[in-house]
DNA sequence: CCGACTCGGTTGCTTGATGCAACCCAGTGT
DNA sequence: ACACTGGGTTGCATCAAGCAACCGAGTCGG
């Protein structure tokens, strides 16, 4: 996107998609929620230019979705991690990932499948567990390489 | 968005993102399943510049999330409706109509609530009617003006 | 028969975000 | 002394978005 306001709206999709909806910036919450804590990581994970990567991540944390902490000193090396309003964010994500298994299929089949942590069961478009039941959320489903990732690797 | 590709990803949240991640496609989406389907009544619901519209809607027909009819002929004039894939959406919008209220919220109120058509209970975050426990999709959903309208509309 | 109005766009121009490559700096390893 | 790493910043070219003007078919009012 380019201007990040929506002039005029009222409505709180079209707020969300003032934070959110910028090119880049769910696809950075996404590969932080999976473990790229690192501007390297980040910037090779998506292959996204440099100036771009760290605007977002400024705006992000402004935004408090994100929050940089260092893990190190001398020389201070930093890391980014999703605060709790960053991790509500898992329940879009979730919809935009179920839309594009369902509309955008990979003929190998999903390239990332989410289960719950505790059981194992498979994750619904609305983000429930579909062995239990239980309303998941960030902290208790968990990211794993599905079928279709694989013919990409090689 | 500027490009509407996400170069080397392997990710539905990627490729959902390359269909509707660009600026207004989303707020289009809404607009249409809030029932504004002409190319006027969007272009000022949305005060979104005329050529970007006819660009965007182009784009969402070609990626079948919209359709074009006639409702009239001589002269000839066109209105917009969401296919299965375009309503498939709504748990996305859902999702963060609800991440918007929570963390931008209006000190009004939130300015559109969503309920369930058939029992009038009120939707959660997970598209679910919180009163008889149904998963909801576009068609018995419901928009319906909330307290935070108000404000803006006198 | 002439002008004004409506709907659904398209065309041109300007502005501003993005992509890319190069550079910077502190510290570390060899 | 030199290269390498992590985490950026700077400059420049390009491309998309915003804006206003225009267009064309048909309809209405006088």
């Given at each position: 996107m380019l201007r990040?306001?929506?002039?005029?709206q009222?409505?709180?999709?079209?707020?969300?998609?003032e934070?959110?909806g910028?090119r880049?910036?769910?696809?950075i919450v996404?590969?932080?929620?999976n473990g790229?804590?690192?501007f390297d990581?980040?910037?090779?994970?998506l292959?996204?230019a440099?100036?771009v990567l760290?605007?977002r991540?400024?705006?992000?944390?402004?935004?408090?979705i994100?929050?940089?902490r260092?893990y190190?000193?001398?020389p201070?090396r930093?890391?980014y991690?999703?605060?709790?309003?960053?991790?509500d964010?898992w329940?879009?994500?979730i919809?935009?990932l179920n839309?594009g298994d369902?509309y955008?299929p990979?003929p190998?089949g999903?390239p990332?499948?989410?289960?719950?942590?505790?059981c194992?069961?498979?994750?619904?478009?609305?983000?429930i567990?579909?062995?239990?039941?239980?309303?998941?959320h960030?902290?208790?489903?968990?990211a794993?390489?599905?079928?279709g990732?694989?013919g990409a690797v090689?």
């Amino acid at each position: 996107m380019l201007r990040n306001d929506y002039p005029g709206q009222v409505c709180s999709i079209a707020r969300s998609l003032e934070v959110v909806g910028e090119r880049w910036s769910l696809l950075i919450v996404r590969d932080v929620m999976n473990g790229n804590r690192r501007f390297d990581e980040l910037q090779k994970s998506l292959g996204i230019a440099r100036n771009v990567l760290s605007a977002r991540l400024q705006r992000l944390i402004d935004e408090d979705i994100l929050e940089r902490r260092a893990y190190q000193e001398s020389p201070t090396r930093y890391e980014y991690f999703l605060t709790e309003k960053g991790l509500d964010l898992w329940p879009a994500l979730i919809a935009l990932l179920n839309w594009g298994d369902r509309y955008s299929p990979d003929p190998q089949g999903p390239p990332m499948l989410i289960d719950h942590k505790e059981c194992g069961g498979a994750v619904s478009d609305r983000g429930i567990c579909k062995s239990c039941g239980q309303a998941l959320h960030a902290r208790n489903a968990r990211a794993i390489p599905g079928p279709g990732l694989a013919g990409a690797v090689e």
